[in-house]
């Protein structure tokens, strides 16, 4: 239990999603990823195994999400996840910069152990 931090636990409480303005080239950076998505999922494959699969390749995730600025082509800002959970994370993801969402309020007593 002692990795939390190193793997995003503290980086997740600390830099919030929700203090990140619109970016005024969002076209550009789902332009540049589309671009990109093949060769980076060779790349990523190199190092990880092969990109997963649930017959279509899974989606890849940006956790620092491009509307808000998040880099198109960043390896530590990609994730793979199952078609079914991208969609609940971008349909939860607009709760994060919502005025008084549910995101922006403190959690439970013990939200993380790191």
Same mark, same amino acid.
Request: glycine share 10%; hydrophobic share 30%.
């Given at each position: 239990m002692g990795f939390a931090a190193a793997a995003g636990g503290?980086? =997740?409480i600390t830099h919030c999603c929700c203090d990140y303005p619109k970016v005024t080239d969002l076209e550009r950076r $789902?332009?540049?990823w589309d671009r990109a998505r093949k060769s980076f999922r060779e790349e990523?494959?190199?190092e990880f195994g092969a990109w997963p $699969?649930?017959?279509?390749a899974w989606p890849g995730h940006h956790i620092f999400d491009l509307a808000h600025g998040g880099e198109p082509t960043a390896p530590a800002?990609?994730?793979p996840v199952p078609r079914d959970v991208h969609d609940v994370f971008n349909t939860e993801?607009? =709760?994060?910069?919502?005025p008084g969402g549910r995101w922006r309020s403190v959690g439970p007593d013990h939200p993380y152990v790191d």
């Open positions: 503290r980086a =997740a $789902r332009k540049t990523w494959g190199e $699969r649930s017959g279509d800002n990609v994730l993801y607009p =709760a994060c910069y919502a």
